[in-house]
């Protein structure tokens, strides 16, 4: 028998280098939710200044959306948080949707 993952265990995010927040696995529906949980966690703190999303296997409209909000609200906490490296699969999906300059 194949084990399954959750949601939860389908993305990790993590601050283990100075100045970044890291992302991996899948941004999706299923993993969304969490995800922002954790971001803004991350990013509340004020220390953290960089997204490196090159961890990133798959994401969809509602992973993006994530990412948006939560680099929408590091900006309104006055953190200007920059994006590193995100997947070739998002970048079109946020041109797609008419997003990319926000992942400044």
Same mark, same amino acid.
């Given at each position: 028998?194949?084990?399954?993952?959750?949601?939860?265990?389908?993305?990790?995010?993590?601050?283990?280098?100075?100045?970044?927040?890291? +992302?991996?696995?899948? #941004?999706?529906?299923?993993?969304?939710?969490?995800?922002?949980?954790? #971001?803004?966690?991350?990013?509340?703190?004020?220390?953290?200044?960089?997204?490196?999303?090159?961890? +990133?296997?798959?994401?969809?409209?509602?992973?993006?959306?994530? +990412? #948006?909000?939560?680099?929408?609200?590091?900006?309104?906490?006055?953190?200007?948080?920059?994006?590193?490296?995100?997947?070739?699969?998002?970048?079109?999906?946020?041109?797609?949707?008419?997003?990319?300059?926000?992942?400044?």
């Amino acid at each position: 028998m194949a084990a399954t993952k959750s949601a939860k265990d389908a993305f990790r995010v993590a601050s283990d280098t100075p100045d970044t927040v890291s +992302v991996s696995g899948e #941004l999706n529906f299923d993993t969304a939710a969490n995800a922002l949980v954790a #971001l803004q966690a991350a990013f509340g703190r004020g220390d953290r200044h960089q997204l490196d999303l090159s961890a +990133v296997t798959t994401c969809d409209s509602a992973g993006l959306a994530c +990412v #948006l909000a939560a680099l929408a609200e590091a900006d309104r906490s006055g953190h200007r948080v920059t994006t590193r490296h995100m997947p070739e699969g998002m970048r079109s999906l946020a041109l797609v949707c008419g997003v990319e300059p926000l992942l400044h």
